[in-house]
């Protein structure tokens, strides 16, 4: 008994990291929309906007998920910023910057999400997994396309 409860707290906690990433995420992705410039403001403007909306639905999705679970998502941006494995706009950033730095927060993210896979399959907790691979198959696309424009 007391090696399942372990096992879904560290399920709860991968939730939980989630929950941080996605809101430190999206309000990254508003900063990149509001503050970008160059050449390619029109392109990045509109998509840093696509992705903040789908970003706000991931984040949604994954807190409802632990609500569903009786465990108790982060909710407050202090307890985000420390939970989350990403980090937030510095502001200094430029529009290459930001397509760069998305691309590697989409890594670690689809990494994290791996290994929520792997947990939520151990725990015999499909809808978690099914959440985790529909999530990470949407940002690798994302990363591919960031490569892309990246020209990597």
């Not at 709860?12 to 990254?28: D, G, I």
């Not at 410039?37 to 991931?58: D, I, P, Q, S």
Request: overall charge negative.
């Amino acid at each position: 008994m007391v090696k399942t409860k372990k096992k879904n707290e560290g399920l709860t906690e991968r939730l939980n990291t989630q929950v941080a990433n996605f809101s430190v995420l999206y309000m990254k992705l508003h900063n990149y929309h509001w503050y970008v410039k160059g050449e390619n403001f029109f392109t990045l403007h509109v998509k840093f906007e696509e992705l903040y909306t789908e970003v706000a639905l991931h984040l949604d999705t994954i807190a409802e998920r632990m609500l569903s679970l009786r465990s108790a998502p982060t909710a407050t941006l202090e307890e985000q910023l420390q939970l989350s494995s990403i980090k937030e706009a510095t502001g200094d950033e430029n529009a290459q910057d930001m397509v760069k730095i998305l691309a590697d927060d989409f890594n670690t993210i689809c990494s994290e999400l791996t290994e929520g896979i792997t947990l939520a399959e151990d725990n015999d907790d499909q809808p978690t997994a099914d959440m985790f691979i529909a999530i990470r198959n949407s940002l690798e696309k994302h990363r591919w396309m960031f490569a892309a424009y990246l020209a990597e």
